[in-house]
């Protein structure tokens, strides 16, 4: 079992920046590591997507194309804490923004569909408008 919290969003003009972090609290006897992690978005009106994920050890990431070379997606399993670190915003990344993990072997199987993610936070609402 893990519990996630979404936190760093915000209202920012397009062309800035935001930083979401997602503290993770695994069950006795489990750590971060043992999850890999995504982040997903959901603007109004429209359906959950993929943004971005990355494997328990941080060395393999993998990005929707929208936001390639925008978002870095990070982790460190010390603070068990994710992150989105988001530049060159757009008002079409208005969305609220959900980040959510899973056991690590997931990975091999798939990193981008929802329904592979076992465990979701509340969500951080990004708005970006001028």
């Known amino acids: 079992q893990v519990q996630l919290v979404e936190s760093g969003g915000g209202l920012v003009q397009p062309g800035g920046s935001l930083r979401l972090s997602c503290a993770a609290s695994?069950?006795?006897?489990?750590?971060?590591?043992?999850?890999?992690m995504g982040w997903f978005r959901q603007a109004p009106g429209k359906e959950r997507e993929f943004v971005a994920a990355?494997?328990?050890?941080?060395?393999?990431?993998f990005y929707t194309d929208s936001v390639q070379g925008r978002f870095t997606i990070s982790r460190d399993n010390a603070k068990n804490t994710g992150y989105l670190q988001m530049n060159s915003l757009m008002p079409e990344d208005t969305a609220v923004y959900y980040c959510a993990a899973s056991p690590s072997y997931i990975w091999s199987v798939s990193h981008s569909d929802a329904v592979k993610y076992n465990y979701w936070g509340q969500g951080t609402q990004v708005t970006v408008s001028s």
């Open positions: 990355i494997n328990w050890s941080g060395r393999s990431t």
């Open positions: 695994a069950a006795s006897g489990r750590t971060l590591s043992d999850y890999m």
